[in-house]
């Protein structure tokens, strides 16, 4: 029974350049979300996806973009990076409806230069 | 905004010592996970507790929701167990994110 899975594990960019992490939910699970985790924090909610559709965003600027697609995996987009963008990026997956439990990937690590 | 806190914020434990780890939050909340975050970064979940009482091998977690709090107690405590506590609520009906706490940092000495 695999578990979330995400790529790539380590990426380094420029500032002003853009960015795609990939995300495959556990099996089962229809619902993906996204979480930021700067260091020394605990992670932040992005926001959620749906039926291929966002449900609920946090306070993230519309840099922040995601896809999901008919298979239930998500993808990531941050454009214009920024140095502040560095951190962990995390994804989990859960059945649809309120307050399941979320299941964490092992995270992709970004580094902004 | 619901809060979440977390006490103590760093835990340095001696090999085979016990311990609790506390977490308050600010609101009513739906439920409750608990999770470890190793050294290498990984989430591992450890409880989804909405209230009550629950145990999985040496560690246990309680959560008295009326009075807005929850406990974890890890026993006889390893190396293995070093690394960040989480704890992370879902507030609301009809919420989809979990509002995570800043952490217990554990380090488990031999």
């Known amino acids: 029974d695999a578990g979330v899975t995400q790529s790539p594990t380590h990426l380094i960019k420029t500032r002003g350049q853009q960015v795609t992490l990939r995300c495959s939910p556990k099996?089962?699970?229809?619902?993906v979300s996204w979480y930021q985790q700067a260091l020394g924090q605990g992670p932040q909610f992005i926001f959620q996806y749906y039926e291929e559709e966002e449900r609920q965003r946090g306070n993230f600027p519309d840099r922040f973009s995601g896809h999901q697609f008919p298979n239930y995996s998500s993808e990531l987009n941050v454009n214009a990076l920024l140095l502040g963008d560095s951190a962990l990026y995390l994804c989990a997956s859960s059945f649809v409806g309120s307050n399941q439990p979320q299941h964490f990937g092992d995270g992709t690590r970004l580094s902004i230069l | 905004g619901i809060q979440v806190e977390q006490s103590p914020p760093d835990l340095i434990l001696q090999e085979g010592a016990n311990s609790t780890l506390r977490c308050n939050f600010s609101d009513s909340v739906n439920n409750l996970q608990w999770f470890h975050q190793n050294p290498w970064g990984q989430l591992i979940n450890l409880f989804y507790?909405?209230?009550g009482t629950k145990q999985n091998g040496r560690l246990s977690a309680t959560t008295v929701a009326t009075e807005r709090y929850s406990l974890l107690y890890i026993s006889s405590s390893q190396t293995t167990d070093s690394g960040v506590y989480f704890c992370a609520v879902f507030s609301g009906a009809g919420s989809y994110q979990l509002t995570f706490g800043k952490g217990t940092k554990l380090s488990v000495i031999p």
């Open positions: 507790i909405p209230s």
């Open positions: 099996s089962g699970h229809d619902t």
